[in-house]
T-cell receptor
Framework: GENVGLHLPTLSVQEGDNSIINCAYS??????FIWYKQESGKGPQFIID?????DKRQGQRVTVLLNKTVKHLSLQIAATQPGDSAVYFC??????????????FGTGTRLTIIP | DSGVTQTPKHLITATGQRVTLRCSPR?????VYWYQQSLDQGLQFLIQ???????AKGNILERFSAQQFPDLHSELNLSSLELGDSALYFC?????????????FGEGSWLTVV
């Protein structure tokens, strides 16, 4: 079946460096992509999203890149801080008439920032 | 704080029992979603409600049911509990019912079945 997967389960980055978290998806009908951050004991927190009609979107210290040709999504975090340590999930949703009910999450990547 | 409130935060119960998890969506959000997060399954979509009506079903067991009330709060009922039902259950909400609306998650309800 369709799935969203992450290339790397763990990633360690030196504080201040940039990090890149990757995600592959297989559902060609995917229209909307989201990155969530989940800290220990907390719920997933929205970071940034992107629609399929875009290939790049920037937020505060974060950038999401979408390559529809190879069905690849990445999250770049600039100048990482200790508070960035968390598990990061990509999620995707196909274009539907009713909303985000088919939001499918990847397995997650644990990002550890080394002081 | 996402604005989505879930109770209880922690719950320990025995196999065969029934529990109810409660969720209050963000003010103004009409859609409510339930997700299950376990170590071996990741985040799995269970069910979605929009303005009181069931909108979509995911991997929800027949022993589980949910509803959304007129005041938009939602409850997830888990019955005949098994050890494997131990997980973190998240409620999430979004403002309107179309693709591209941000879904905000609550802090979750930890369910331990013993």
């Amino acid at each position: 079946g369709e799935n969203v997967g992450l290339h790397l389960p763990t990633l360690s980055v030196q504080e201040g460096d940039n990090s890149i978290i990757n995600c592959a998806y297989s559902n060609s009908a995917s229209d909307y992509f989201i990155w969530y951050k989940q800290e220990s004991g907390k719920g997933p927190q929205f970071i940034i999203d992107i629609r399929s009609n875009m290939d790049k979107r920037q937020g505060q210290r974060v950038t999401v890149l979408l390559n529809k040709t190879v069905k690849h999504l990445s999250l770049q975090i600039a100048a990482t801080q200790p508070g960035d340590s968390a598990v990061y999930f990509c999620a995707e949703s196909p274009q539907t008439n009713f909303g985000n009910e088919k939001l499918t999450f990847g397995t997650g990547t644990r990002l550890t920032i080394i002081p | 704080d996402s604005g989505v409130t879930q109770t209880p935060k922690h719950l320990i119960t025995a196999t065969g029992q029934r529990v109810t998890l409660r969720c209050s969506p963000r003010s103004g959000d009409l859609s409510v979603y339930w997700y299950q997060q376990s170590l071996d399954q990741g985040l799995q979509f269970l069910i979605q409600y929009y303005n009181g009506e069931e909108r979509a079903k995911g991997n929800i067991l027949e022993r589980f049911s949910a509803q959304q009330f007129p005041d938009l709060h939602s409850e997830l009922n888990l019955s005949s509990l098994e050890l494997g039902d131990s997980a973190l259950y998240f409620c999430a909400s979004s403002v309107v019912d179309r693709p591209g609306n941000t879904i905000y998650f609550g802090e979750g309800s930890w369910l331990t079945v013993v």
